[in-house]
């Protein structure tokens, strides 16, 4: 017998090459309007929740069309997805997305993998308010106080670790507390650094081809003692 690996995998800056709302803020906001508040989600003086909510009210909703077509425009899917998409769907790996991005970008830029995405975890958006409001649908359990919005640990803890070989993928901050409960962590940028001091085990990736030969590693780890 052996465990079902599952995915919980970032979105900007994992999947895409660039974080999309910091993209997103430096084409719309004012510098000295939205840099305070990614210094303080950094700092953790604000919690990812109310950073991300403060940032998109910065943004007008009669911008919607302009900031999508924006984003679709500009964001590039780092190299190899199509091919790591394929892979997990013939390994039977599932593929989650877990993001703390914003559903009006990331549902039409994975549009043509999504037949073989498992699901998509990520943040709403509703334009009809003088400013962008951001809705969490997925917000934090009682084991987790970091107020996250979108709770990446909370997902992982749904999925019962006696069936399930759990690995995360990502690179910044918002995956740094599911690296630290995950079975395998596959990192880039922060997220690998800051394993790298923590001591938790990971392995580097740059695109998704190295995905693809970490997970061919994972596969035989997943094998349970009879
Ligand atoms: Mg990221
Ligand atoms: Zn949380």
Redesign the pocket.
């Known amino acids: 017998m052996s465990k079902q690996i599952v995915i919980f995998c ?5 999947i895409t090459e660039k ?1 999309n709302i910091i993209d997103i803020m430096r084409t719309f906001v004012p510098e000295e309007q939205w840099k305070p508040i990614v210094d303080d989600i950094f700092a953790k003086k604000t919690s990812l929740r109310a950073g991300v909510y403060a940032l998109f009210q910065l943004v007008p909703s009669v911008q919607r069309k302009e900031v999508t077509d924006f984003v679709l425009n500009q964001a590039r899917v780092r190299e190899g997805f199509v091919d790591f998409v394929n892979y997990c769907y013939e390994q039977n790996i599932q593929l989650l997305i877990t993001s703390n991005g914003i559903d009006f970008f990331i549902e039409p830029i994975l549009a043509p993998y999504a037949e073989k995405i498992n699901k998509i975890y990520c943040n709403q958006s509703d334009f009809s308010g003088k400013n962008v409001e951001i809705i969490y649908p997925h917000p934090c359990d009682k084991h987790c106080n970091v107020d996250c919005g979108m709770c990446k640990t909370t997902i992982i803890r749904s999925y019962d670790s006696n069936r399930y070989f759990k690995v995360v993928i ?3 901050i ?2 740094l507390e599911g690296a630290k409960i995950a079975d395998a962590v596959i990192a880039r940028d922060y997220l690998a650094n800051t394993c790298k001091e923590l001591g938790i085990d990971y392995q580097a990736f740059s695109n998704f081809h190295d995905c693809i030969q970490a997970l061919t590693t994972f596969i035989t780890q997943t094998e349970v003692p009879q």
């Open positions: 970032d979105f900007d800056g994992t974080d990502g690179d910044s918002t995956d």
